[in-house]
Every structure is written in structure tokens, then in C-alpha cells.
């Protein structure tokens, strides 16, 4: 075959192609079977402009830090600023945390990602009845301001960028964090960082509600509208495909319903009155970045152009950074075996690489052992390194966007981009996000997903190495063990805590708490005073569900 020119129609490409075809096939014959993304998108065998030509480049690819925004937020990207390194870190007491914080700092870490345990997700103190022996276990034991001074003691927040993986009691952290930059002389605009605060997706996928639907969405309301105003440098909302993936949503399945729970959120601010410009240009996303390494690129790409567009024809905004979708990734749990664990590592860092190689902001890589525990201290150092690697050693970071242009990779993002806009117009009909999980919609879909990758496991159709395949005898692997002293030492300062704070300042502020719940005033004011009152994350809910009760699945939505 001759080489390609400028010249050459796509007609002349088309006869090539076809030649080529017929006369390969004798000598080298495809796979009998079909090959599919993990969204059963089907792959194709080779490329070619046939699949997507250069005319389509100003109107689906463009510049990056340009509309429609497909190869990336910034014009310089990673060669102007690398992204931001994060690696997932809390156990036991605050106190331990806080030595593993200054330890991820000293080896280069670029922000601190904050794991609470199960009782602050849920609003429990440690003291509960149903706190019990979840003390500290799946993240760092917080229960009042005395504890998070703790976390952060010797760090100054005006120097750090946090992120914080809460949803249900965002709001409360988040106070707290406030008050805690307070106590350190730092104003609330100097903070930088990010709460997850995404309640749609504990419906969807992760479980982790206290209050109803539409309370909790006026907390994270409220919570955007309070940033706004006074923490113009932080994230009040990290919407969150990761959790969603994690549950078993195939790429497509995270990427719609994502996308659909942020409209959602912005949909819910504007009509509170507040201007697109005014929050927009602070809204996050965090994503999953699982094994199929081109449909992953593909997926942060599709998800720029998507909300780019949606955002211009819904709101018309004036400033140009309220299109931009600015996202953290993380590489997949889920993907994580606790057989041959240090399969792991090549795990994380092809992942880690994809999410480079789309173009995200922010990163956090697991570590090896996270399918059996929180990991240890070297494992977290493996992961951290795992990026420094990347960023400093492979080039990638050198130039903007290498796959741009990629006759495989644009006719992925577009494929992916038309099977979201098929959900989002699902959603539409159902009535919107609120309703259709209500119905059951998003979480049957992603039921129904893992049910079909589960089948293609067992039939080895899909191979985990060491696994359902490649399985070979190994050493046990030395894990982190949570000491379960660590539950006694946090009650009992709970208690101490609670026997010297002025409980008569505590239970007037609580009781204006109560009062601003019942109306539809900003409920941040109310929170950040009881915080600096020392009350608890137990009390403070206590209080909202007993405005706002709380929820409970209906069964005939699941199934």
C-alpha cells in the first residue's frame, strides 16, 4: 500500500481498507469472538479515518482549555502544573492519622485525602450502640471538633489541599474543618480542597444515607451556596461516578449517572436563586479508573465535552470556568485482589496511567493491599511512588493529550458520549434522577451489570489474573491491624470531651440548629456554631433526624 496524503478522499481509504482486509484475513484471522468494551461497546479491529475523520476535529476535539473542552481543563495541562497526588489515608485515632499525614507530606504527597470511619458516615458517635466495633476501622474515628483538631494538629490548612470522603455529614465535617482553620488563625477563603458530599450516589450505589432524598439534597444545597460565599477556593461537592463503578456499573452506566446527579445538584442551586457563575466554577467530579485502559481515557474525555455542553445550553453562563469539568480520580477498589496481591501494583499503575493519559486533575492510587485492609505504611509509600514514577520518569506528562487524534480513541469517546445521552434521556422520562431512584432505575441497571460480569467470570469469558486463572500458592501478606483499644481510648475521650465543654452553650445552639432545619434558611451557619460549641457528629444528626427522620429503601425498588 502507498502512503497516505492530504489528497487521499475517504472513498480511496475505503478500497484500501477493504483490500487490506481480504488479503490480512488469509494470513492472520481474527478472534472467533467479538471483542467488546467493558461496556460492551464493540470494539473496533482497526481504526482508520473511516471511523473518524479530521472534520470533526474543531467541533468534537478542539484545543485543550477550550470548548468543547474533550483533550483537557487547562491549555498547558500537566505541562504547565501536575496533577495533585492524593493517597487515601485514616485508622484508628486522630492521632495516628495525623502521623501518617506529616509521614505522606514528607515523601512528597501533594494533599491529603481524609478517610472517616463508618460511625461519622453514618452520624453515630463513638459511644453508640451502633458504633460497635466500627470504631476506627474503615477510616480515621472523628466524632466532635476535639478530634479533628487533633487530625490536623502541626499541619497548617493554609498550606494543604484537603479532600474529605464524607457525604451523609458532610456538611458537619466540613464545619468542623472550618472551625479547626479558625482555631489555626486561617480564614475560611485561604482553605483549598474538597468534601465529597454527594447524597445521589449513596442512593444509587453506596448505601450510606441518614436523611431522606430531598433534605439531604437542601444540606448540600446549602453547603454549595455557604462555599460560595465564603470559601471561594474550595470544592463543596465532589459528584462521584467512583462509588457508582464500584458497585458494578459498567463505564457507560458510571459516566451517565454521574453526569445526570450533577445537573441534578446545579438544577437545584439555580432554583434556590443562586447564579451558574456564582457556584459552578467550584463543582468537582471524582472518577473510577478501571482495567479497560482506552475506554477509561475515552471516559474522562466524553465526560468534559458532555457537561460542557450541558451546561452552556441549560444556563448560559458568562464565565467560561463554570463549563469546565475539574475531576479526581482514583484507581479501582474494586479491581483489587487479595489473591497474589502484589498483582496489585501493575494493577494500579496502568490505571493510574489511563487517568493521566485522560486528563484528570487530581489523583489517588491504592495501595496492594487494600483488598485485605487499610494498607500499611510501605504499601501507601508503593502507591505514592507509583505516581512520582509516572509524573517524573515516563514522559507522559510532557505533552498535552498524546492520544488526541486517535482514530480508535475519538470513535470510543463519541460511542461512549451517545450511549450516556440514551440513559440521560431514560432519566428524562422518568422524571429525574430524585424519582427514578425512588423507582429503582440506576440501582437495577448497575445490579443487573454486576450480575452479567459476575457470569462472564465464571465462564472465563473476562479473566482476573490469580484469580479464575493464572492461580498459583502464595506467602501470606503481613496486613495492618486495627488494635482494638483504639475504640476504649476514643470513647473515653469522647466522654472527657463532653465533661468539659459548657453543655448549656451547646444545647441553645442545638436547639437553633432545630429551628433553621424547620425553615429554608442556609443551615451552615447553624452547623459551624454548634461546632465550635464542641458538639457531635451523634448530636447534630440526632437533632436533623428528628426534623427531617430518615430513610429507609423500599425493597420493590431493588428487584
Not at 278 to 292: E, G, I
Request: negative net charge; glycine residues 6%; charged residues 20%.
Amino acid at each position: 500500500m502507498q502512503p497516505t496524503t492530504p489528497s487521499e478522499t475517504l472513498e480511496q481509504i475505503r478500497t484500501a481498507q477493504q483490500q487490506w482486509h481480504a488479503e490480512s484475513l488469509q494470513h492472520a484471522p481474527q478472534k472467533a469472538v467479538p471483542c467488546t468494551t467493558s461496556s460492551d461497546i464493540p470494539v473496533v479491529p482497526l481504526a482508520t479515518p473511516l471511523n473518524w475523520s479530521d472534520d470533526r476535529y474543531l467541533s468534537h476535539l478542539g484545543f485543550p482549555g477550550e470548548a468543547p473542552y474533550t483533550r483537557g481543563v487547562q491549555p498547558t495541562m500537566y505541562r504547565g502544573r501536575l496533577w495533585t497526588t492524593r493517597i487515601f489515608s485514616g485508622f484508628g485515632t486522630a492521632q495516628e492519622t495525623n502521623q501518617r499525614y506529616k509521614y505522606l507530606l514528607a515523601q512528597g504527597n501533594g494533599g491529603l485525602s481524609v478517610a472517616f470511619d463508618l460511625p461519622a458516615l453514618y452520624g453515630y458517635d463513638a459511644d453508640h450502640p451502633m458504633a460497635a466495633g466500627e470504631v476506627g476501622k474503615c477510616g480515621v474515628a472523628v466524632s466532635s471538633l476535639a478530634d479533628m483538631e487533633t487530625l490536623f494538629e502541626g499541619i497548617p490548612l493554609d498550606h494543604v489541599s484537603t479532600s474529605m470522603t464524607i457525604t451523609s455529614t458532610a456538611a458537619i465535617a466540613l464545619a468542623m474543618y472550618i472551625v479547626v482553620a479558625e482555631k489555626q488563625g486561617i480564614a475560611p477563603a485561604q482553605l483549598r480542597g474538597t468534601v465529597q458530599n454527594d447524597i445521589l450516589k449513596e442512593y444509587i450505589a453506596q448505601k450510606e444515607w441518614i436523611f431522606p432524598p430531598r433534605p439531604s439534597l437542601r444540606l448540600v444545597r446549602d453547603s454549595i451556596a455557604y462555599c460560595a460565599e465564603h470559601l471561594p477556593q474550595w470544592n463543596a461537592i465532589s459528584i462521584s461516578g467512583y462509588h457508582i463503578r464500584e458497585a458494578g456499573a459498567t463505564a457507560v452506566q458510571e459516566l451517565a449517572f454521574t453526569l445526570y446527579d450533577g445537573l441534578t445538584y446545579v438544577q437545584e442551586a439555580v432554583e434556590a436563586g443562586l447564579s451558574i457563575d456564582a457556584f459552578a466554577p467550584r463543582l468537582s467530579f471524582f472518577f473510577d479508573v478501571h482495567n479497560d485502559f482506552f475506554e477509561e481515557i475515552a471516559k474522562f474525555r466524553a465526560a468534559r465535552r458532555i457537561w460542557a455542553r450541558e451546561i452552556a445550553q441549560r444556563y448560559h453562563p458568562q464565565n467560561p470556568r463554570s463549563l469546565l469539568l475539574r475531576t479526581h480520580a482514583q484507581t479501582a477498589g474494586v479491581t483489587l485482589t487479595a489473591q497474589q496481591p502484589y498483582n496489585n501494583i501493575v494493577r494500579v499503575a496502568l490505571q493510574a496511567l489511563a487517568a493521566v493519559l485522560g486528563g484528570t486533575q487530581s489523583l489517588h492510587t491504592n495501595a496492594l493491599d487494600e483488598a485485605l485492609a487499610l494498607p500499611t505504611e510501605e504499601a501507601a509509600r508503593i502507591a505514592l511512588r507509583t505516581q512520582q514514577i509516572l509524573a517524573h520518569e515516563t514522559g507522559v506528562a510532557d505533552t498535552i493529550d498524546p492520544f488526541g487524534g486517535s482514530y480508535y480513541l475519538e470513535t470510543l469517546t463519541d460511542a461512549l458520549e451517545h450511549s450516556v445521552y440514551a440513559y440521560f434521556h431514560k432519566l428524562d422520562e422518568l422524571g429525574g434522577m430524585v424519582r427514578a431512584i425512588e423507582l429503582g432505575f440506576p440501582q437495577r441497571e448497575i445490579s443487573e451489570a454486576a450480575y452479567r460480569y459476575q457470569q462472564k467470570l465464571e465462564k472465563k469469558e473476562a479473566v482476573i489474573v490469580g484469580v479464575n486463572d493464572f492461580v498459583a500458592n502464595e506467602m501470606p501478606l503481613e496486613i495492618l491491624q486495627i488494635d482494638p483499644r483504639v475504640e476504649q481510648a476514643q470513647i473515653a475521650q469522647l466522654q472527657q470531651m463532653r465533661q468539659g465543654r459548657d453543655n448549656a452553650l451547646l444545647n441553645k445552639r442545638l436547639e437553633a440548629l432545630a429551628s433553621v432545619a424547620k425553615s429554608d434558611e442556609n443551615i451552615m451557619t447553624a452547623l459551624v456554631d454548634v461546632v465550635r460549641a464542641y458538639g457531635t457528629i451523634g448530636e447534630i444528626a440526632d437533632v436533623l433526624r428528628g426534623v427531617w427522620g430518615t430513610y429507609e429503601e423500599e425493597s420493590s425498588t431493588l428487584f
